[in-house]
């Protein structure tokens, strides 16, 4: 098959041409960017041994192929994604909430193309595997919601739950490329804070997957890939009992694992989220999940949902 990366300069569209390079299933990849239009992908993504060469993005170009990866920014992807006929993987968040005004409200636009919301399936495999198989858009979740989700959701569907707290904390690849150097120098400075305490916008797509008002705060971390969270949740259910849930749920699920403690070098460059934890002091229930924001928070969940829309076994192709 063939495939389209448009936007491949930033980090998910590298991450997204090293994994279709490898693809036992992808034959062909091609690349857009605007910024850098006919210039070497190696060039840019210096990580990446690759003959490629960005070219303008050109519809027709994109729908020549079975599939295209769209990685422009939030606000820009609809615009995109109206041109294509071809099966699509939105990595944006113009298609995953539901609610277009909630869109509007934190995203601080009008949606052009709310019919397109309407057909769009809501990338999370665990979940909705089967809509994602019949799907010709796909909107992928952003990584916040993919750590977050994983790790609430079976909780708050088997137990009765009062309030949950999730506090994230992310490595600086989250932010994107444009600010770098800033966000580099914040590593090496050993930093850390939070930051959009109570307005990030993943946090309306979190309480729409979860199905409940989710307390979530955001913190940037002195790393550069990975998720790291942990879930407050208040209920006396008891933690045996929780973990069990978790194993009936995960069982069968590739790019799930339960482990005692979850950390983010244990997930980086993969596609697996690790949930843990599962410990109560009588008033909460404490449960951990880590993964790589950038493989299955982005580009690796991309290629599971690739996977599954052309039949594919879903694990091929990723680690």
Do not use: W
């Amino acid at each position: 098959m063939k495939a389209y990366v448009v936007g491949g300069s930033g980090y998910t569209g590298r991450e997204l041409i090293r994994i279709l390079e490898s693809h036992p299933k992808v034959e062909e990849v091609k690349v857009s960017s605007t910024r850098f239009s006919g210039k070497k992908v190696s060039d840019v993504h210096k990580t990446l041994t690759t003959s490629l060469v960005f070219e303008e993005f050109n519809a027709s170009s994109a729908n020549s192929c079975d599939v295209a990866f769209c990685c422009v920014p939030h606000t820009k992807a609809m615009e995109i994604v109206s041109e294509l006929e071809t099966k699509v993987i939105d990595l944006s968040a113009d298609f995953r909430l539901k609610d277009v005004s909630v869109y509007e409200k934190f995203y601080g636009v009008k949606h052009s193309n709310p019919k397109l919301v309407e057909n769009a399936v809501y990338g999370l495999p665990e979940y909705y595997r089967k809509e994602i198989k019949d799907a010709r858009i796909v909107a992928n979740p952003g990584c916040y919601p993919t750590a977050v989700v994983l790790a609430v959701r079976p909780l708050i569907e088997s137990f009765d739950v009062q309030s949950v707290i999730a506090d994230a904390k992310s490595g600086v690849s989250g932010a994107g490329m444009v600010k770098e150097d800033e966000y580099q120098k914040f590593v090496g400075d050993e930093n850390f804070k939070a930051y959009k305490l109570t307005t990030h916008q993943h946090a309306p797509e979190i309480d729409q997957e979860v199905g409940f008002p989710v307390f979530f705060t955001p913190h940037l971390a002195p790393f550069d890939q990975g998720i790291f969270t942990t879930i407050h949740a208040l209920t006396l259910a008891n933690p045996q009992e929780v973990k069990r849930c978790y194993e009936e749920k995960y069982k069968d699920e590739p790019f799930v694992k339960l482990v005692k403690e979850p950390d983010v070098a244990s997930v980086r460059n993969t596609n697996m989220c690790q949930i843990g934890g599962f410990e109560s002091d009588g008033k909460r229930c404490v449960i951990t999940s880590a993964i790589d924001n950038l493989v299955k928070g982005a580009s690796g969940q991309a290629v599971q949902n690739m996977n599954l829309m052309f039949g594919f076994k879903e694990t091929i192709g990723l680690v």
